[in-house]
């Protein structure tokens, strides 16, 4: 098994993925969930989505993956939902290139991920 993350540790990888997605202009439709916090495309006070845009970068605290999807590791590390061109790349329908260096962030922090659904996704250690 793997070293257990820190939170730092864990929101420097949130932080890694985000970062990706919007480097390769997928970051639409997403959010992570980590340490009691979601990073979202959406404008938690005017509901209006953002999307690739790195000058709107949200976080809500105080939010946890179990209230939006059923599949959530029983020891969180990180979870995403998503749709669109992320939902596209994980499971295989487009963009399979950035998936293999997609999957490359998570190796690096020593956790894999499996999906709940074919729209989420949690982490475990390796």
């Known amino acids: ?4 993350l820190t939170e730092e540790r864990i929101e420097k990888m ?38 690739n845009d790195p000058e709107k970068l949200f976080v809500e605290n105080n939010q946890n993956p179990r209230d939006y999807f059923e599949y959530v590791a029983d020891d969180h590390i990180l979870s995403m939902s998503f749709e669109g061109p992320v939902y596209h790349m994980i499971n295989g ?13 998570f190796e690096k922090y020593g956790v894999y991920y499996e999906q709940g659904d074919a729209w989420n996704l949690t982490c475990y250690y390796a």
């Open 93 to 105: 329908y487009a963009l399979g290139g950035l998936v293999r260096r997609f999957n490359k962030i």
């Open 1 to 4: 098994m793997a070293k257990r």
């Open 14 to 51: 949130a932080v890694e993925i985000r970062a990706f997605l919007l480097e390769h202009g997928i970051w639409q439709d997403t959010d992570i969930y980590f340490n009691g916090k979601r990073f979202t495309t959406r404008d938690p006070e005017t509901k209006k989505y953002y999307y």
